[in-house]
């Protein structure tokens, strides 16, 4: 396997969805091998702190709602709401994601319908949805973050709601690792550059990831008429030891690694 650069550089739309659809693509199998039993076939959990939506009911009572998951994966979530008698549909750019969820729905017996796309084109007409989701997908991956909430505020019925998780963005002032240097801020949070990996021998871009501070988050949905109504930061759990990527115990119990915005669609 050839050496990755990582690198804080501009990366427009394309160039971001090319290189993240090849990542996810490749990644799929290792995600799922190594996450699926935390985040479970038909569970439904924000972010490596473990928080479920069963916990924190951020997205209202679903049953009878018409609900799309944005970076669906494997399609957990999504079959989670269905499950709670909601009619979800999952959205994602990588086809091997989308063939894992398959799998699942095959294991299950729980289908979830899905779409290979982007966030920043969605291929639904308007106010097709009640809810729209996303936890730890499409949103950090796109340059173009007006886009997609533009898109998803063009899909929601006036009073729908949007939910969303991300990695804090205060956590972009540290450096991406589970241990005590990840505590050592080197990094300005209002440097939006993205993150990149670059392939040594290629020179291709394999991964990007976009940064944007909670103000861009808030002004983003304001621009498209959505109010936000609650901002979640979960604590680390006292009896939660995994390590997934930059989160761990020892960064969690001091510092959030998770943002969690719920906005409604002025009616």
């Not at 501009?10 to 985040?39: C, I, K, M």
């Not at 009073?159 to 956590?171: E, L, N």
């Not at 006292?238 to 969690?252: L, N």
Request: hydrophobic share 40%; charged share 25%.
């Amino acid at each position: 396997m050839n050496s990755v650069r990582a690198l804080r550089v501009p990366v427009g739309e394309d160039d971001s969805r090319r290189a993240n659809r090849r990542d996810w693509d490749r990644y799929a199998d290792e995600y799922q091998a190594t996450h699926g039993s935390f985040l479970g076939d038909a569970g439904f959990v924000w972010g490596p702190e473990g928080q479920s939506e069963a916990d924190l009911k951020l997205l209202g009572d679903v049953r009878g709602r018409d609900v799309l998951e944005l970076g669906s994966g494997a399609g957990q979530c999504s079959r989670w709401v269905n499950s709670q008698g909601g009619r979800a549909v999952g959205l994602d750019l990588s086809m091997r994601q989308l063939q894992h969820s398959r799998r699942i729905d095959a294991e299950t017996g729980v289908t979830v319908p899905q779409v290979c796309g982007t966030a920043t084109q969605l291929p639904f007409a308007d106010r097709s949805f009640d809810v729209v989701f996303c936890s730890f997908g499409a949103l950090q991956f796109v340059a173009d973050g007006a886009a997609a909430v533009a898109e998803t505020a063009r899909v929601l019925r006036p009073g729908g709601r949007f939910v969303f998780s991300v990695t804090h963005p205060t956590r972009w002032m540290f450096q991406d690792d589970p241990g005590e240097e990840g505590l050592v801020a080197n990094q300005s949070y209002w440097d939006r550059t993205p993150y990149v990996e670059v392939d040594d021998e290629t020179g291709m871009v394999n991964y990007v990831e976009h940064h944007r501070t909670i103000g861009d988050w808030v002004a983003l949905l304001a621009a498209e008429g959505m109010a936000l109504i609650r901002f979640e930061e979960p604590e680390w759990p006292a009896d939660h030891d995994r390590t997934w990527g930059g989160w761990s115990r020892t960064r969690g119990l001091l510092t959030p690694g998770t943002a969690i915005f719920v906005a409604v669609l002025n009616a």
